[in-house]
């Protein structure tokens, strides 16, 4: 710091523009971090849902185990890498039973959402739950808590991980 002409003390221009450049790396470090943590949340998603499809047409008696999932789904299960701080806050704060509940009605509220508008831009949701008796409006299955549950489970623990290894800041 110095004096300036008018007695207040200010930064000089060399420490002013060290903390800008210190600012603009942290900034690139964290945009980095979370291009990162969007690509492993999106692969997960999309890894687990094509697991998940596999083993459902093989109880349908698809002997090939076809799986499908959509594009659509790299976004939404690669936007859980801005909930990684939470996930690590709630599981400090949270026992297990309150954060299974909390984990099913936010993926729900997410599935709503996310399906709401894609059906809004393209006249269709990919997912269409239209005809079992627990949808709602064809965007959600309420038989599907317990799995969107363990989902929430699973990216805590992968949140931790990546804690661990120094990818989240």
Known sequence: TRKRANGAVGESGFQLEKQFLLKKTNRFCHIKIMTKRFLI??????????LWTGFHSLLLGDG???????????????AAAFASPLFLAVRKSCPLWQRLGLYSVTIFLVEFAAGGLI?????????????????VLGLIRLDYAPLWAALGCFFEEVSLLLAKKGELA
């Open 41 to 50: 949340f999106g692969c997960l998603g999309w890894c687990i849902e094509i």
């Open 64 to 78: 090939a185990l076809t799986a499908k999932t959509y594009l659509w789904m790299f976004p939404i299960y690669g």
């Open 119 to 135: 059906r809004l831009a393209t006249g269709v949701c990919p997912w269409d739950y239209g005809n079992n008796p627990l949808s």
